[in-house]
């Protein structure tokens, strides 16, 4: 990805703050360029349009959250560890990272093709084969540390059992008194949950 200049890169962080308030739609580059204290003619010289700002800002922080989430995942370790590894990546990303989480479901909302690109670059995934997540599991099974599974279906279940809390959480905290979706206690339990969850599910009998 291309490497940022000062100015450039207080432009981004202008945009994202200006995106995250007022939406793709309702940002204006003026506001953009007063926030990141440049004038307007700047910010197109370096970003041309208002949709390339969006695409740069998007990219830039999708990339931030799947790099803290799989940086330190070892694709050479035991499922049992690496497992709970992720689950805890996933979970303190996404809670400390709120911004990502909302642009993240923007992009889906418009079809996810972006994301999914992305994604496929930052795992460096040809085919399903290539993707260090099937190839965990798939050892795992043929070690018999783990029942049969689908992979797919595995990782999906282990995405969604993370995200599912963020997501609703305007719903969860006003329907279940005392509920903070992002604190420490809440992450500890969550993360503890799904572990065992997932591991009491799939480990044989």
């Not at 940086?71 to 560890?81: A, H, M, P, W």
Request: hydrophobic share 45%.
């Amino acid at each position: 990805m291309h490497e940022f200049n000062e100015t450039e890169n207080k432009i981004l962080d202008a945009a994202a703050q200006v995106f995250l308030e007022q939406g793709k739609a309702g940002a204006r580059t003026q506001t953009i360029a007063e926030l990141a204290g440049i004038n307007k003619a700047l910010l197109h010289y370096y970003f041309r349009t208002k949709e390339k700002l969006y695409e740069i800002v998007t990219e830039r922080i999708i990339r931030k959250v799947l790099g803290n989430v799989l940086g330190n995942l070892d694709e050479t370790q035991e499922f049992e560890t690496w497992l709970p590894k992720f689950i805890h990546n996933y979970l303190y990303t996404i809670a400390t990272n709120p911004m990502a989480s909302r642009f993240m479901l923007w992009e889906l909302e418009a079809g996810g093709s972006r994301v999914a690109q992305i994604v496929r670059e930052v795992v460096n995934m040809k085919s399903l084969e290539d993707n260090p997540f099937y190839r965990i599991i798939n050892r795992a099974v043929q070690e018999g540390k783990i029942r049969p599974v689908e992979p797919e279906q595995l990782i999906i279940s282990m995405i969604a059992l993370c995200v599912f809390p963020f997501v609703a959480r305007p719903l969860l905290e006003k329907v279940i008194p005392g509920l903070d979706i992002r604190s420490e206690s809440f992450l500890q339990s969550r993360e503890k949950a799904i572990t065992e969850m997932i591991l009491h599910g799939i480990c044989p009998a």
